[in-house]
């Protein structure tokens, strides 16, 4: 049976059913602008009620993945769903039921919020939540009667926010939300994803540069680079599978010694300063250390710690990871 549940023959209806595993799907999607691709090929499951964070260098593609997921851009080849929908011949259903917020929030500068408000509440007729709203407004403490063109950025974020939010949407996605924000609003702005958001069953697909933010909230993680995906794994599992081995020998090793440690198993890199050498790992290391252990060189000290996740994410954005 197939993952999503069976349409009516009318191309444009809602799936019958909830999706049980994806709140996006896509499957080898290409997406060019003119000459240059910029998605090559990508695949990735984004799972209900998971808080996704997807990273990449600027041009890596992730700004071409959100666009295409909302319908702004058509994929080159390839193909995408969001809550059962797909994004090239369902773009208005889907949208009825998907929050965004983009890095650059755009709004009728000439309207203040309560106007803006009633403006929303048109476009989403029956599921627009007033009081929801205005439960946020407060708390981000946004002026009602001033008008938005003299906002700040940040306060342009926070209300994008309030806003994307006013329909009740089963799937939010934010583009680099928190960017524009001093660090006490972004703290206040991300613990609001976790509580009104996550903690309701919601699902959060996020881009991101600040990597300490993904640490803090996420629960899955995917990373592009050059528009492939070189990393797509549970925040949990990665932090676990990742270690720092710490070695100090009695003399320092020779090169060659080095050279033939790097090529063990589950070591990815190798750094050395004098009699130190720190091995970066992956995967089974009691067995990595009972190998170096069992090596010809005398060791002092061996010492095995965890490697942070901005650590290891920032691995795979250099590209260091693949």
């Not at 803006?116 to 205005?134: I, P, T, Y």
């Not at 070591?267 to 992956?282: D, M, N």
Request: a neutral charge; hydrophobic letters at 40%; charged letters at 25%.
């Amino acid at each position: 049976m197939n993952e999503y549940a069976s349409r009516t023959s009318d191309e444009n209806a809602r799936p019958q059913s909830p999706i049980d595993q994806a709140a996006i799907e896509i499957e080898n999607l290409t997406v060019s602008y003119g000459k240059r691709q910029i998605l090559k090929g990508m695949s990735l499951k984004v799972p209900v009620g998971s808080i996704f964070g997807f990273l990449g260098v600027n041009g890596s593609g992730k700004t071409a993945t959100i666009k295409t997921l909302l319908g702004f851009r058509p994929p080159t080849s390839g193909r995408a769903r969001v809550l059962g929908y797909d994004v090239v011949s369902q773009q208005k259903e889907m949208r009825m039921h998907v929050g965004y917020v983009s890095e650059t929030n755009s709004f009728y500068d000439f309207l203040t919020i309560p106007q803006l408000c009633v403006l929303s509440r048109d476009l989403h007729q029956q599921k627009w939540d007033q009081a929801a709203v205005d439960r946020l407004l407060k708390l981000f403490e946004l002026p009602l009667n001033r008008h938005i063109r003299h906002f700040s950025k940040g306060m342009k974020a926070q209300l994008a926010l309030c806003l994307a939010l006013g329909h009740d949407p089963d799937l939010l996605i934010l583009d680099e939300p928190t960017t524009v924000l001093d660090p006490v609003a972004r703290q206040v702005f991300l613990k609001l994803l976790i509580k009104q958001v996550a903690m309701a069953g919601k699902t959060v697909f996020f881009s991101s540069h600040v990597l300490s933010e993904v640490e803090a909230i996420a629960d899955h993680v995917a990373v592009l680079h050059d528009g492939r995906l070189v990393l797509n794994d549970e925040v949990d599992h990665l932090r676990d599978r990742q270690k720092l081995l710490r070695l100090t020998y009695i003399e320092e090793p020779p090169a060659e010694e080095i050279a033939r440690i790097s090529r063990l198993p589950h070591v990815r890199r190798v750094e050395q300063e004098g009699r130190v050498v720190r091995l970066h790992a992956e995967g089974d290391v009691d067995a990595l250390v009972e190998t170096i252990q069992a090596r010809p060189y005398v060791l002092r000290n061996l010492e095995v710690s965890a490697v942070s996740l901005e650590e290891v994410l920032l691995e795979y954005l250099k590209g260091d990871g693949q």
